[in-house]
Structures are given as C-alpha cells and as structure tokens.
C-alpha cells in the first residue's frame, strides 16, 4: 500500500507542470480553439517527442509499457491547463481498444502511427437515444463476401473531425441493447459512405456525429472478435473514465487556485473577501471535495487495468460518481466566488468550469453511475 | 504507487483475525454487535485481553510497552477489530493523553502514568471544554494557583466523557491571565479522588448518562502533576488534538457497521420485497458507500504520506463524522417505524422482555440521536474548517 509516484512518474509530472506553465497558456490555449482544427499539430508533435503518446503502448511497438497510473499523472496535468489536444481520443480510448484487443498485425500498424503522433484516432460508439447505456448500439455491419457494409449514425465521437481513421461499434447480430453481437471495425474517415458533422464543444474541445452509409471495410479491418467485442468496449471507455476523472482533479486544483487567489486579493467592504467565514467555509469544502477526487482518482487508475470486471467497475463507477459530484460542486462554487468575473470569458475560472462540467457529462455523469454502484449492490444480494 | 496490501500485511490481517476469533469473549461481541449499552467491566476486560497478548497499545511505541505497528498495520487492527465485534478502545488514555506524556512530560510521569493507560488499569477522562469555553477553548477560566509545591484548582469543565468512570482526568487550566488567552493555559493531571472534586452527571437526548460536569472546589494538586513547563499547556493541547482527529476517522468501525447495514437492508422487509429493492434507498447506500471507500483510501493516503497528516486531519475529522452520522441515520431509517419505541431497559444484555419490530432496530434511534455529537465534538466540525481556511488555504 503507497501512494507515491515512482521516480519516473515524478519527473514526468515536473516536465508536464512546466510544460503546461510555460508553453499552453491561455492566451495559447485561445488561439488553438479559434484555430480551424481546434487542435495544435505542434503541440501534438512536442507530446510525441516527450514520449507522452505511446506511453501505455507495448514496448514492442515503440511504446513505453506504462499503464493507467501514468495515463493519471498525463491528465491531472492537462486537466491543471485545459489542454485541449485529442489525448484521451486518440492514446487512451483509441489507443487503448487497439492495445488491449487488436491483433498484432493491427497492433504493429497503428501504434506506432499514434506514438509519432503521425496518426489521429477516435472511437465512435455512442449512438443517439442510447444515452450512458454501452450496449445500445443500432449502427450495422453486414457480412457481404470477405467485406463487410457498415450503417448507422454515430453521436459524440471525441475529436472524431481531427482523426484520420476511426474505430466504429457496430452490430454484427442481436438486439439493439444486446452485449454480445457487438463488433469493433477500423474505418478511415475518408472512406466512402462516412460523413462527419464537426462541433466545437463548450469547453473548447471538439466533438463530431458521424453517419455511416453502406460503408464497406475489409474484414481484417475487424478489431478482437467478431459478436464479442462489448468487454473491450466497456473495458476502453472505463480507461476513458480514469483518465477524465485525473483531468477533473486538475481542473479542480487549478479552480481552487484561482479562487484562493482571487479571495485573497479581491476586496469589499475594506478587506479581502476571504477574511469572511462563509468564503473561508465554501473554499474548505471546494478543497475537502478536491482530495476526495483525487483519491477516486488514484482508485480509478489502479482498477482501470484490470481485467476483474467487477471489482473494476464498481471502483470506476464510484469514483466517477464522486468526480462528478466533486467537479460540479467545485465549478460552481469557484465561479460563484469569483462574483461577477467568474461568468466573463476573460477568467481562466470559467473555463475551467465549463471543462468540470462537461467531464461529469462524458461516459455517464453522476446519476448514471451511482445507478451502477446501486445496481451492483442488488447484484450482490441474489 | 499500488493500492494493494503486501502479503505481509495480509499475513498481519490472517494473525489479528485469528487472534479476535480465539480470544474475544461471546458476551463482549454480542454486546458490541446487538449495540447494547457499554460496560465499564467489559471495557477493562477486553484491555486487559489485549494487554496480555502485548498489544494493549496499537499506536504506541515499543519503548514503552506498545506494538510498535506502523500506520497501516494500525487501520488493519481497527478494521478486523470492528468486525469481530471487540470493542473500541478507550482514546482518552491510550490516544490522547499518553503522546502528551511520551512527548512532553518528563521520566517520572512516563513511568507512573503510562502502564496504568497501558494495562487499563487507570480510566481516564479529558478536561478541556467548560461552560464558556467550547470552540473558543482558549477562553477557559478553570484556575490553578501555585502554591508551594501544590496547585490549587478551581472551575468547572463539562462535557467529561465517561467522567463517572474515570480516576483520573487531563485538564487544561489557567496559571496566567497575561498576554494572549492561549499563553496562560497549563496541561495538568488530575487525580479524580482528590477531595473538592464533584461529577454530576448530563443525561444526552438518548436517554444515556455519558458525559458530566465536574466540579472543582480548591483542589490540592502535586506540582509534579504538571506537563511540561507552566503556561506552555496550549502547545500540548493542540497535539493532542491532532492525535484526537485522526483517530475520529473512524474508517475500521464505519466499515464495520455498512457490512451489517448492507445485511439489514436485506432482511428488512418493504412490503413484499426486501428493502434493498428500494430504488431510493439502496442509491442512497450506494453513495454513502463511494463516499466512505473515499474516506477509507484518503485516510490511507494521508497517514502514509511521509509529511504526516497536520491540519489536512481536520479533512478526516469531517469527512468521517459525516459519514458516521449517515450510517447511523440509515440504520434507524432502515427499520422504519420500528425504530420508533424507547426501550432502555432492552440495552442490557439478560433483556428478555418485548420489543417493538426487529432486534436491530432497537437501538437505532438512540443511537442516531446520541451521533450527532460527533460533528460537535473533538472541535466542531465548523471549527474544523476554519483550521482548513487558516493553516491549509492560509485564508
């Protein structure tokens, strides 16, 4: 049992910290969400020389065999400067799937691509009307010849505008809300058939729906097997929700920060708003929630790896419950003390709130999992 | 990082689990899982059990009759000792006032105080809070006069834990009315049969006798009774409650008590399905369950961190009052109604007679009536905060 990072982890850390500090400011940071792409290519090149995009990868193709611990320092880190670069789309969802379920002729193929940061990946699972629910899925893949025709429509897709090819969820049998019959496709965006709506999301990152039309793809362009890809799905997304609730800590450190510094400094009535109690007591609780976080996140990140799916899940649904609670308790309440400033685009805060808000949003928000934590006590009882 | 016990821990967890299984006597688990009322005979008992073994102190030293464990090996202890049933030690002695006196009371004192902590020999009560002096601790006016080689005491403190029991009480006192309230304050222990002492006893909204009002009419206490120097109690009360804090965590016995009230919620009845079918209230277990394996790792992470806990223990203090008090809570909504009767007389052990609605549930409104100090105590929860916005956020 301990809870300190190894000396790699640290110097990891120290080298993000600063590059975060000194090189995606938030002058920086506005210039790459107004640009065309909402992402910087020579951010992306930087993270590739530091080693950050092949970090969880195999050594075997050019990674450096790190797991999900590293995956939490990379996010508090952004998390603390609202990088907006397609990290957690394309390393740790995209990259995650293809790691754990992709052949070793996928895994040589792409991976490699993504730790030069040559290649933008993104995972289009999500459908309209499934909300939170993983094995809702109406998108098709129909076996024709050796080939297979995928069609469906696909919401949410993370950065899925930026990447050059995407991994698709589509049925391969069973009903709409069945786990199995459910198969992974590799599919280049460009391919005939694939239409991409490209958005902008509040907290300036970028989010896409994406059609599919008889869109044909080989079958080694299947990823894990065929009808049983809903674990690897599943197992994807719950690194997607280890790695966000390390950004959440980030965010709400950085948030803490701010509004400390801003109470300190702000003053009313002859003094600095802080000397007041019911802001001391607001900022004690935005700080208690904070270490609770960051706990849940620590837990997170241990579990996120593992294959015990239950003991996984439930740790990942609690801490997400949690985050998400903690996210949204510490964004408002950041904001509100900033006062009048804290809703003016011009303050660091709002952004961040407006980042916590969106993460208790993504892979299911509070309600949705402590409705797993429920349901697995229930689970229990039979 | 790794989240995972080592196997020696897990060895260590095998040992204690078997030696609760061996040696804790039926009558004091039955007392301590039925939550009946705690037992002046059984508390002794069960010290002197594990003073036996030589672990009568899990958070002491070696060097002066402890097990010398470390902090995880501590939580360990207190998690399988929750779960057997045994009984929670008693912290006035063992946590509170023994760290004062390993670290500042002098040879002597250690000797003569500390194996009577250590066997359980001596009970002891703590003498901090008094009428006017609850949050604004510094403000107390219980005086200590020096003359020749005695103190002569006067003033009242209240809120004495178990005070009836005790032999001897840790008082804060004032020897100087110069410069700032916390400058005058000395740290002076107390022999509860010295004449000029009164305990009148403060019945709580459950009904219990638990705490008192001591009373002290010129009290004629030896000199050497004085930890530390003269007008330096201040210092040692502020350690002392450092120590208090962690400890109020609580994590072993919080754990303890959502096993069984997962178990509860299973054998209670909601019409015609067991009350863990209960959408509104299973969600609320399931909260209540993030929010205290939080807790559990927050503590774990705040006592191996090699900085040691300081101010961020007022975090623990907080988080795991809330938590207590929910638990609690849960337990009495958990039988409904059935939680509604008074039946004093059913806290005691050879209790034959009727009852209103399950076993469990007869306790539980008490219970949850006499938690809510737990937020009040050991320094208001409020007061917590304020030690967070000053020595954390530097507010």
Redesign the interface.
């Known amino acids: 049992?301990?809870?300190?990072?190894?000396e790699e982890?640290q110097m990891l850390n120290d080298s993000l910290r600063r590059f975060v500090t000194n090189e995606y400011g938030f002058e920086k940071r506005g210039e790459i969400i107004s640009s065309g792409t909402g992402i910087d290519r020579a951010t992306w090149s930087n993270f590739a020389e530091m080693g950050l995009l092949g970090f969880t990868f195999p050594e075997d193709y050019d990674g450096l065999g790190g797991n999900a611990?590293d995956t939490m320092v990379v996010m508090e880190n952004f998390g603390r400067g609202l990088v907006v670069e397609p990290y957690l789309a394309t390393v740790v969802l995209a990259g995650g799937l293809i790691r754990d379920a992709g052949n070793d002729a996928q895994k040589a193929d792409i991976l490699p691509g993504i730790t030069s940061g040559e290649r933008l990946l993104a995972l289009a699972h999500y459908e309209p009307g499934a909300r939170y629910n993983l094995s809702h899925v109406q998108t098709t893949a129909r076996k024709d010849g050796d080939h297979f025709q995928i069609s469906g429509q696909k919401t949410a897709v993370l950065h899925g505008g930026q990447a050059n090819q995407l991994i698709v969820s589509a049925r391969t049998s069973g009903g709409v809300n069945d786990e199995s019959g459910l198969s992974l496709f590799l599919v280049d965006s460009s391919a005939k058939g694939v239409k991409v709506d490209d958005f902008a999301t509040h907290d300036g990152h970028r989010t896409a729906e994406i059609s599919f039309s008889n869109v044909t793809v080989g079958a080694d362009n299947l990823i894990g097997i065929i009808d049983e890809a809903f674990p690897a799905i599943e197992k994807a997304v719950d690194l997607g929700i280890a790695a966000l609730c390390a950004e959440a800590v980030g965010a709400m450190e950085a948030m803490n920060a701010a509004t400390?510094e801003y109470?300190?400094t702000r003053k009313q009535f002859g003094v600095p708003i802080?000397?007041f109690?019911v802001?001391?007591?607001r900022?004690?609780?935005m700080?208690?929630q904070t270490?609770?976080t960051k706990?849940?996140a620590?837990?997170a990140?241990?579990e996120a790896d593992s294959n015990d799916r239950a003991s996984r899940r439930e740790a990942i649904s609690?801490a997400k419950?949690?985050v998400g609670q903690g996210a949204r308790y510490v964004g408002q309440q950041g904001v509100q003390l900033h006062g009048g400033m804290g809703v003016t685009d011009e303050m660091f805060a709002a952004h961040l709130f407006k980042r916590l808000t969106l993460i208790n949003l993504l892979f299911g928000d509070a309600d949705h999992h402590?409705?797993q934590?429920?349901d697995?006590?229930?689970a229990?009882?039979a | 990082m790794d989240l995972n016990y080592t196997p020696e821990q897990e060895a260590f967890r095998t040992e204690v689990r078997q030696f609760l299984e061996d040696n804790l006597p039926d009558d004091i688990r039955e007392r301590v899982q039925k939550r009946l009322r705690p037992d002046k005979a059984m508390t002794e008992r069960w010290q002197k059990i594990l003073f036996d073994k030589g672990w009568g102190a899990s958070t002491w030293p070696k060097e002066y009759g402890g097990t010398g464990w470390d902090p995880i090996q501590q939580i360990i202890f207190e998690e399988e000792r929750a779960l057997a049933g045994a009984p929670r030690q008693l912290d006035f002695g063992l946590r509170m006032v023994a760290p004062v006196i390993m670290t500042f009371g002098n040879d002597e004192q250690k000797q003569r105080f500390l194996p009577g902590i250590l066997s359980g020999e001596d009970w002891w009560c703590q003498g901090y809070s008094e009428p006017g002096a609850g949050s604004d601790l510094a403000s107390l006016r219980t005086s200590a006069k020096r003359e020749g080689d005695h103190y002569i005491v006067n003033g009242q403190k209240t809120w004495t834990t178990l005070g009836q029991h005790a032999d001897w009480i840790f008082c804060l006192v004032r020897t100087s009315n110069e410069g700032k309230p916390q400058q005058g304050i000395s740290f002076l222990l107390i022999d509860m049969n010295t004449p000029g002492i009164e305990v009148r006893p403060i019945i709580m909204l459950d009904g219990e006798h638990e705490i008192n009002e001591v009373y002290f009419d010129n009290v004629k206490v030896p000199a050497e009774n004085l930890i530390g120097e003269e007008n330096q109690g201040w210092t040692y009360a502020k350690f002392l409650l450092g120590h208090e804090r962690t400890g109020l965590a609580n994590v072993g016995q919080w754990k303890a008590m959502m096993k069984r009230l997962k178990e509860v919620a299973r054998q209670e009845q909601d019409g015609q399905r067991p009350l863990i079918e209960n959408t509104r209230f299973r969600d609320r277990l399931a909260q209540l369950d993030a929010e205290l394996r939080a807790l559990e790792l927050t503590v774990l992470r705040v006592l191996t961190d090699k900085r040691g806990p300081g101010p961020q223990a007022s975090i623990l203090k907080i988080r795991g009052t809330e938590i207590g008090q929910q638990l609690f809570e849960m337990l009495m909504e958990a039988g409904g109604q059935d939680a509604i009767a008074h039946i004093p007389e059913a806290l005691e052990l050879d209790y034959n007679g009727p009852r209103a609605g399950s076993m469990e549930a007869t306790p539980s409104a008490g219970d949850y009536f006499n938690m809510r100090k737990l937020s009040i105590f050991g320094g208001s929860n409020e007061i917590q905060r304020n030690i967070i916005s000053q020595l954390v956020l530097g507010l």
Not at chain 1, 1 to 6: A, I, P, Q, R, V
């Open positions: 049992m301990n809870f300190d990072l190894s982890q611990i400390l109470i300190k802080g000397k109690q802001l001391q007591h900022m004690a609780d700080f208690i270490e609770q706990t849940m620590i837990l990140a241990s609690m419950t949690l402590l409705a934590v429920s697995g006590l229930l229990k009882t």
